[in-house]
Nanobody, 124 residues
């Protein structure tokens, strides 16, 4: 059974940083592309970033490009999202997602598995 467990969320002031982690179990991690999404109150879930199975290819939403970095450690079955220069509009529940593919992932890729989410709150 595939499980994705996010951690690292919290409350931070504008301009601050957080690093989210997502630990995967029940999968051959290196066979999966991984993604991060977020959902703010009253809004739809939006794509944030994705990384291919090897970590050699990444993709970012325009709103986070240059501030957020996605990475993975296949030896530890973990994907990370380093978030810098956080702004109040980054406040949301952040979700980790996985899809079994070794092809390029894009925002419209249909991810198969989802975590429960971790809250990120940025105060002004």
């Amino acid at each position: 059974q595939v499980q994705l467990v996010e951690s690292g969320g919290g409350l931070v002031q504008a301009g601050g940083s957080l690093r989210l982690s997502c630990a995967a179990s029940g999968v051959t991690f290196s066979s999966y592309a991984m993604g991060w999404f977020r959902q703010a109150p009253g809004k739809e879930r939006d794509f944030v970033a994705a990384i291919n199975w090897s970590g050699s290819s990444t993709y970012y939403a325009d709103s986070v490009k240059g501030r957020f970095t996605i990475s993975r450690d296949n030896a530890k079955n973990v994907v990370y999202l380093q978030m810098n220069s956080l702004q109040p509009e980054d406040t949301a529940v952040y979700y980790c997602a996985a899809v079994r593919t070794r092809t390029k992932v894009v925002p419209t890729t249909a991810f198969d598995y989802w975590g429960q989410g971790t809250q990120v709150t940025v105060s002004s």
